[in-house]
């Protein structure tokens, strides 16, 4: 089980900070062996957006006041604006209405993932707001980081034969079959076009897909950074744009899918994630 420790910011967090001003702050190190297994970005958006208490915070945020932006984007997760981000680290920053304003900070090392909070209180509201609420926030947080850890990593014997025996030879015979075809993204890193083989289904307009390994695989990744990508079907390339629907059931949407693929999916799965591709 990993372990959740509170602990003084450390120098090398509290550098990264753009408040003129830190009226609070606190700061969760989690000791885990998967620390490295995801980027930064990746371990803030398993924290937020994919942990049970998603709906709850934006809720709670919005009647708070605070200035939210999409939810989802590349720019922005669950609503805080992405300032920063590198290899180690990810920084967020949102204010309120209220008068407050503050960053968050995600950090990882070889056996740990940190969280910092920092926030300035510009108001008597936003100190009277802030006290009441000190203890949840701390109680979600620990709650949050160990709930990310927890979730199963991809089996590297699953992984390594999709990567070098699966997709090599899907790639060359998935536009022609029924339920298949072929998702080509931008590489987040090197902006170039990446071909990944995928089962789903046309309706309409609309190409849906269900993930095995959620936002662990690398084509969502790419498609979160860049959302335009081509899609071919039938033999036949189409553009258009992705997004993860994080509402929608991936369970219940598999039973809609072509039933060998879905078979697959629940087989190997560790965490399943509904993505559409909508044409143009």
Do not use: C
């Not at 920084?91 to 304003?101: A, E, K, M, Q, T």
């Not at 309409?204 to 993930?211: E, N, Q």
């Amino acid at each position: 089980m990993p372990t959740v420790t509170k602990i003084d910011p450390p120098g090398e967090i509290r550098s990264l900070v753009v408040l003129d001003r830190v009226d609070y702050a606190d700061t969760f190190r989690m000791d885990t062996a998967k620390a490295r297994s995801h980027s930064p970005e990746q371990w803030l958006r398993d924290v937020l957006e994919n942990g049970p208490l998603r709906r709850f915070l934006v809720l709670g945020w919005s009647l708070l006041g605070a200035r939210l932006g999409p939810l989802r984007s590349a720019d922005h997760l669950l609503g805080w604006k992405i300032d920063e981000r590198d290899d180690d680290h990810i920084r967020l920053s949102v204010d309120w209405r209220l008068g407050l304003g503050a960053n968050l900070v995600l950090r990882t090392s070889d056996s740990a993932v940190t969280l910092a909070t920092f926030v300035k209180l510009r108001s008597v509201p936003s100190r009277v707001v802030w006290r009441l609420i000190t203890r949840f926030h701390h109680w979600s947080l620990r709650l949050l980081l160990t709930d990310a850890a927890r979730r199963p990593a991809p089996p590297l014997a699953v992984l390594w034969f999709q990567r070098h025996l699966a997709n090599p030879i899907s790639r060359r015979v998935a536009r022609f079959l029924p339920g298949e075809a072929v998702l080509e993204t931008v590489g987040r890193r090197s902006g170039l076009p990446r071909e990944t083989p995928i089962g789903g289904r046309l309706e309409g307009a609309t190409f849906w897909i269900v993930t095995e390994f959620g936002r662990q695989s690398q084509y969502v990744r790419n498609l979160e950074a860049q959302p335009r990508v081509r899609l071919q079907v039938k033999g036949r390339w189409h553009t258009g744009t992705a997004s993860i629907v994080d509402d929608d059931d991936p369970r219940v949407r598999l039973r809609k899918l072509p039933w060998f693929n879905s078979l697959v999916v629940r087989t190997v799965g560790t965490n399943l994630l509904t993505v559409r591709v909508d044409l143009d």
